[in-house]
């Protein structure tokens, strides 16, 4: 009987997702470079001198946002590369190419995260480098700390991006929850301030945004300041990975929104 | 090891909402067998080939390829097995070469040895040329072919093709033919879905026939088509007939001055047809069946 080469496997699907987004790399590497320049000039460059460096813990407003503007590239990034490339492969039905091989489900789910952390990472490189345009002088604090959170999370929204796909059944529910839940959560979990600017009772609901953990994680390794604990941050951000690892295998296995 | 490719038992699949597909069948195809599994739409083909590639989730019952129980060790099972799906299922954007290449990497083959593999199965089903072209640019026929090339990338021991020369043209079918009859005599295992019955008597040697979810017949083509009673004659003539001739034991009928058709009953033999048209001094020039014979006996099951 044949013996599946399962490294094989794994690297066809993580490569063919890889070369998916390069392909097309003016959908999806161009514009976070765009849109992050932007935010660099207006809020960084333009805004920015005029806030008080006491309510940025010291830091230049440019160089406060810099950790925020990279994690909100790789959020949105990670899950958007997963989410649309799973959906795309169900309703192309090429699905059945994956389906009828017999390629592990461990190894499906996989080669679409290693596709999504490979996205998320290399646009966080891109507006990390786009950063230094507006501030040339960055030192990264704690370097270690800085990658892991950023595969972390990269990897943490790639798993979401997958549940949303194999839910999906229209282009519209893909997008639902990016526009909707996403961005809402990114921009009030600390992008762009501090939450010791809030009154105390938008404090404690802001502490309700999972985005600020992510966010002010990814800052204490870039800037070495957080506005939360980065022990509990990082321990929930591995928690969550756990349980919708577990959660994508079971839908996997069950066949929910891939078989009939 | 027994001598099938191919056992289902019992199985049975009811779809959300409670359509019941199949209830029950139960199926054996023996190894290097070329198999019709013909029925009309909805009949349950398609949820039968669905649960064999398990693209379908089956309710009950058993599938073994090659003695491989699906339920127990599927991988194996399924690196056996090669699908050609009715519908196109590969990613339009890609080249024809990546796509057979990526297909051949889900199946454990390294890109240095797929490399030779996809450069011959392009060849060999016309699509070198076209390797560089993205999948949605080819017609519809190429885009059949390269369904084929990646069902075969893995030399699965068993092939299904479900409908896999529809709207093809009648040349490429034909092509399409000689391939598959190539690849059955070299030892893979086919069954076959089809709506052209000529296609299913010409390629194959056992015939099943599925409808409303059961097996009606499952039996040999031969054995089938003996059980015909009556076969239509379409006699060409050489000299045109203004009446239609009087011919004991047989009713004929002029349908144009040079065509006369006949129904022939199986236990009467056409010799006695011709002497007495030569008595009559009408020359036939050539004579075919009247229609496909396959056709008369499956419109005949599926309205039992």
Redesign the interface.
Known sequence: MKKINISVTLWTLASKEVRRFLRIWVQTLVPPAITMSLYFVIFGSLIGPNIKPEVTDGFAYVQYMIPGLIMMSVITNSYANVVSSFYSVKFQKSIEELLISPMPNWTILLGFIIGGVCRGVLVGIIVFIVSLFFYPDFQIANPLLTVSVLFLTSILFSLMGFINAIFADSFDDISVIPTFVLTPLIYLGGVFYSINMLSPTLQSISKANPMLYVVNTFREGMLGVSDVSVVFSLGMICVFICILTISCLYLLNKGIGIRE | MSEFALQIDNLKKT?KGGTVALKGISLKVKKGDFYALLGPNGAGKSSTI?II?????KTSGQVKIFD?DTDKD???A????G?V?Q??????FEKVIDIVT??A??????KSIAKSKVETMLRRLGLWDKRNDQARTLSGGYKRRLMIA?ALIHEPKLLILDEPTAGVDIELRREMWDFLKEININGTTIILTTHYLEEAEQLCKNIGIIDHGEIVVDTSMKDLLRRLDVQGFVLDLEEPLKFEPNVEGFDLKLEDPLTLVTAVNKDKSINSLFEQLNQLGIKVKSMRNESNRLEELFIEMIKK
Do not use: M, P, R
């Open positions: 779809y669905g590639g398990t693209l379908v989730t491989i599927v991988a194996t399924k690196s056996l097995l699908v799906s519908e196109i299922n590969f990613s339009q990526t297909q990497g889900f199946y454990g083959i390294k990646k």
